[in-house]
């Protein structure tokens, strides 16, 4: 798989914000985000691929025919799966937190929502605490600003927390 520069992974970010503000102004409707948590450059790969392709099956049938357009993308920031959906902002980051807390997977993801106007919900506008590290279980935002752990103890932890998933699921 390739690896991107952090110039590729800025560039990638501008254009997703770009796409999100198109879809939002097409479709009028909030807008789902969603992304491995997933450290360094080389963010595609056969993980985050597979994770993101089952992970958006469940979104699909989570949310269903509220679900207007979808796309899964893939470039320097990983696959990206975005959805506009028909559903009230608050319920859908809803949602989007259940998916987080309780699937085998969801630690591993971030899910944003941005209501009609592109302004991201955070967890602490519905009342949920910030979300907690993979390691440590201390703040995460700490630990990612910190660098308090390695990219391979974090990407051996996203691997493992995947194949056991697919194991009890008898993919694997």
Do not use: W
Request: aromatic share 6%; hydrophobic share 35%; with cysteine.
């Amino acid at each position: 798989m390739k690896e991107y520069t952090v110039a590729d992974l800025l560039e990638a970010r501008e254009k997703r914000v770009e796409l999100s503000a198109q879809l939002q102004n097409h479709y009028k409707t909030p807008l789902l985000v969603m992304r491995v948590n997933y450290p360094g450059l080389k963010k595609t790969n056969d993980v985050t691929l597979n994770m993101i392709q089952d992970m958006s099956a469940v979104i699909c049938r989570v949310l269903g025919d509220k679900i207007c357009f979808k796309s899964l993308q893939q470039g320097a920031e990983g696959p990206i799966f975005l959805a506009a959906v028909e559903e009230d902002v608050l319920a859908l980051k809803g949602a989007a937190i259940e998916l987080e807390e309780k699937h085998a997977l969801g630690r591993c993801l971030d899910i944003d929502v941005y209501d009609r106007l592109g302004k991201s919900l955070s967890r602490q506008e519905l009342g949920y605490p910030r979300r907690k590290c993979y390691l440590c279980n201390d703040d995460a935002h700490h630990c990612v600003r910190s660098r308090r752990h390695s990219e391979t103890e974090v990407i051996k932890f996203i691997t493992e927390k995947f194949i056991k998933y697919k194991n009890l699921k008898g993919i694997g």
